[in-house]
Structure formats: C-alpha cells, structure tokens
Nanobody
C-alpha cells in the first residue's frame, strides 16, 4: 500500500511562486511514474504534469508549460511541482498520484494511488 501526502499549498499573489511536495510511503514509489492533477471548484479534475519513474521524461498540460516544473527525488520518495508565474486560473486543489506504469501518462485511469490534496489559491 502506498500513501501520498502533499504539502506546500497556500495563498499567493498572481505572478508568484509555490513549490508543492508529495511524500510517498511504500517501497514501490520509485518504480512507477507520478503525476500532479488539480480540481477547481465546479470543474472536473484535470491533468497538470507527469514524470517517468526515473525522471527521464516529463509531460505537461499546455497551459502550464514553461511555468511549472515537475521533478522527483527517489531517494527521498518525493515528487515536486515547482509553480512559477502563477495565475488566478491556477487556483485549485492539487493532488499528487502514483501511476501503475513506469512512463509518463496524462490519463487518470492509469493512476492508482492518490494524495488528499493541497489547496493553491492565486489572488489577482
């Protein structure tokens, strides 16, 4: 069983930065891909970013490319999401997830473990 705990969310002004962390328990975390998703009020959950098991490839939602960076430290069982140039439309609850496959994937179908989420609010 894998447990994921996100941290680093908060309130920030537009143009600011936040770094989200996701700490995983369990021995399998470093063997699988990981991702970040978000859900804004009244909207469906959407994919934000994914990273392969070894960090060798990444995938991003078009609207966050060039502003967000996903990374991982397998020695620490942690995945990160650095968010720069934040916009009010980035406001959402952000969830990290562990994939069932090793490579990057955007479809939530392939993610079988999820964190509880952390709130990110960007004020204009």
């Amino acid at each position: 069983q894998v447990q994921l705990v996100e941290s680093g969310g908060g309130l920030v002004q537009a143009g600011g930065s936040l770094r989200l962390s996701c700490a995983a328990s369990g021995r399998t975390f470093s063997s699988y891909g990981a991702g970040w998703f978000r859900q804004a009020p009244g909207k469906a959950r959407e994919f934000v970013a994914a990273i392969a098991w070894n960090g060798g490839s990444t995938l991003y939602l078009d609207s966050v490319k060039g502003r967000f960076t996903i990374s991982r430290d397998n020695a620490k069982n942690t995945v990160y999401l650095q968010m720069n140039s934040l916009k009010p439309e980035d406001t959402a609850v952000y969830y990290c997830a562990q994939s069932r496959i090793t490579m990057v994937v955007a479809d939530s179908f392939y993610y079988n473990y999820w964190g509880q989420g952390t709130q990110v609010t960007v004020s204009s």
